[in-house]
C-alpha cells in the first residue's frame, strides 16, 4: 500500500520533534517484534533523533512494516504516521450563529433571534457530521438568548410601569 506526498511537501521538507518521535516509535515497533538487534535499533534512534528532513526519517523505517514503501516516481513514500491530520471543516451556520451573538450589542439585540436559530441548527448539523465549529456555535446561542432574555425583561419592565402608571 503505497503511501503517496502530502500536497507539495516531499523527501526535503524539515521534520518536527513530532516526525522524529512517530520515526523512533515505529522502529521501537520493528525492533520489539524482532526485526533488529540491539545495536541496529540503537543507531536507528539515533540517526532519527538528528535527522533534518522527513526523507531521511523515511529512510530509516523503509524496511519495517509500518515504514514507506516504495511510491514509483516519488523518491521515498513518507509514512502514514508522519502526515498531519486533517483539520475538519468548520460549519458554517455555526460561524454564522457566533457572528450574530457577537453583533448583538451593537445592534441592540437585533441580531439575538438568528444568533439563536443558527446555533441551535449548527450544533444540530455537527452531531450528525464530522464538521468543527461547536464552540462557535454555543458562542452564539449564549449571546443570543442573552439578548432575548435582556429584551423579555425591558419589554416586561415596560408593561409593568405602563400598567402601575395606569392604575396610580
Not at 66 to 76: K, S, W
Not at 148 to 163: F, P
Amino acid at each position: 500500500m503505497p503511501q503517496p506526498w502530502a500536497g507539495h511537501s516531499g523527501p526535503s521538507m524539515l521534520a518536527s520533534h513530532a516526525d522524529r518521535e512517530r520515526a523512533v516509535d515505529v522502529l521501537r515497533a520493528g525492533y520489539g517484534e524482532g526485526r533488529m538487534e540491539q545495536t541496529e535499533f540503537e543507531q536507528r534512534v539515533a540517526r532519527a533523533y538528528t535527522a533534518r528532513t522527513v526523507g531521511e526519517l523515511a529512510l530509516l523505517v523503509a524496511d519495517l512494516p509500518q515504514g514507506p514503501l516504495a511510491h514509483p516516481g516519488a523518491g521515498v513514500a513518507v509514512p502514514r504516521t508522519f502526515l498531519a491530520a486533517p483539520r475538519p471543516r468548520t460549519n458554517g451556520k455555526a460561524v454564522a450563529a457566533a457572528l450574530c451573538g457577537l453583533l448583538c450589542l451593537p445592534t441592540m439585540g437585533l441580531t439575538g433571534i438568528p444568533a439563536v436559530v443558527l446555533g441551535h441548527a449548527a450544533r444540530s448539523e455537527i452531531r450528525r457530521s464530522d464538521e468543527g465549529g461547536d464552540g462557535l456555535a454555543l458562542i452564539g446561542l449564549v449571546l443570543g438568548w442573552m439578548s432575548v432574555a435582556g429584551w423579555a425583561l425591558v419589554v416586561g419592565l415596560a408593561v409593568l410601569l405602563t400598567v402601575s402608571a395606569g392604575t396610580g
